[in-house]
């Protein structure tokens, strides 16, 4: 079973910038994507970045010029990387990590990003 857990969130002041690691181990095979997504409470989840596993990247439009997600394959283990930069208020909520893979999708927990002064 592939579980994905995501690290790196934290509260940071506006302007700031974190880095978010999502790993999964286990046995993972023909990636389709990896994707960071994110949820404000009592809102739905939105797809803040993706990387497929050619390596092509989509960003929505309220991240582009302030993230970069990136990723790296192992041969029993993959990485996806989120990098925030210039992180405004409205960019607090939980972040989750998706591997979709083999026709499944495998959810992370979530890591709190709170952006603040």
């Known amino acids: 079973q592939v579980q994905p857990v995501e690290s790196g969130g934290g509260l940071v002041q506006p302007g700031g910038s974190l880095r978010l690691s999502c790993a999964a181990s286990g046995s993972i095979f023909n990636i389709d994507a990896m994707g960071w997504y994110r949820q404000v409470q009592g809102k739905q989840r939105e797809l803040v970045a993706q990387?497929?596993?050619?390596?092509?990247?989509?960003?929505t439009d309220s991240v582009k010029g302030r993230v970069t997600i990136s990723k790296d394959n192992a041969k029993n283990a993959v990485a996806v990387f989120l990098q925030m930069n210039s992180l405004k208020p409205e960019d607090t909520a939980v972040y989750y990590c998706?591997?979709?893979?083999?026709?499944?999708?495998?959810w992370g927990q979530g890591t709190q990003v709170t952006v603040s002064s």
């Open positions: 990387i497929t596993g050619g390596g092509s990247t989509y960003y």
């Open positions: 998706r591997i979709n893979a083999g026709g499944h999708d495998f």
